[in-house]
């Protein structure tokens, strides 16, 4: 039985990957550290508000405090789905929370690791990231910028993998949680692209089971030579992995 951190809970990603997690047998307990408390309701779920009276810097700063009751808890991964699009805040902002934040949190969650068993890492990334920052949008650039730092950290201590979903299509649920116009936008694009170009989307449920399987040590095996585990490969997890859950 595995311990998982989750962060970005409530976003499209995220809130499907609490829900593999909640429903994944081999997960006995999900630390949801937010700004908001998670829509899944589950015994499983430990939440950490971010920022709050104890934790007051938000993700800006991951105490030691916090660390250390982690740690005493036997956290063993972090599926990190915290992250914004790069139109609904300004360049500092999206860099901040995109970049920033990822590494923060990433330093400090390596002490949670031994040489023995390392803490696994898994950075939600995104189709089009490139680690030399050739990339047109600013997207592509600060994602790949992270996914490289990310990589000169990698110790005795911490591993990690960079994910790279293609457009991730929401579960019903969570598309009802959108706006209008944003959710039926995101259902046009599963409608349109699942049966012309299946390769380049992902559902967010199926993006959930790869994350959490990732999160158990399943599936490293098939990182490239970036640590990237691409779209295409996710999709295959996914249905590797599917009849381990009650979804």
């Given at each position: ?15 499907a990957?609490l ?17 908001r ?83 696994k ?60 116009w ?22 967010s ?43």
């Amino acid at each position: 039985m595995s311990k998982v951190i989750i962060t970005g809970a409530t976003g499209n990603a995220g809130s499907a990957v609490l829900s593999a997690a909640v429903a994944s047998p081999g997960i006995s307990q999900i630390a949801v550290i937010a700004r908001r408390p998670p829509f899944e309701e589950s015994p499983k779920i430990k939440y950490i508000r971010f920022p709050s009276a104890e934790h007051p810097r938000g993700f800006e700063e991951i105490s030691p405090s916090l660390v250390d009751e982690l740690k005493k808890d036997g956290y063993e991964s972090c599926i990190w789905a915290l992250g914004i699009s790069q139109t609904q805040v300004n360049k500092e902002d999206y860099i901040k929370i995109t970049h920033d934040y990822t590494i923060t949190a990433a330093k400090a969650f390596s002490n949670l690791g031994t040489s023995e068993k390392p803490f696994k890492f898994i950075y939600m990334s995104g189709e089009g990231a490139r680690q030399d920052e050739k990339g047109y949008a600013i997207f592509s650039k600060i994602k790949g910028r992270t996914e490289k730092e990310l990589d000169e950290m990698k110790s005795d201590q911490l591993d990690v993998v960079y994910i790279r979903p293609g457009g991730i299509i929401p579960t019903p649920e969570h598309r009802q949680r959108m706006n209008w116009w944003m959710g039926q936008g995101f259902r046009l694009m599963g409608a349109i692209l699942e049966p012309v170009w299946p390769s380049g989307v992902i559902s967010s449920s199926n993006l959930g089971i790869a994350c959490v399987g990732l999160a158990q040590g399943k599936g490293w095996e098939k990182r490239d030579a970036e640590g990237v585990i691409a779209n295409p490969a996710l999709r295959q997890m996914a249905q590797d992995w599917a009849g381990d859950y009650t979804m």
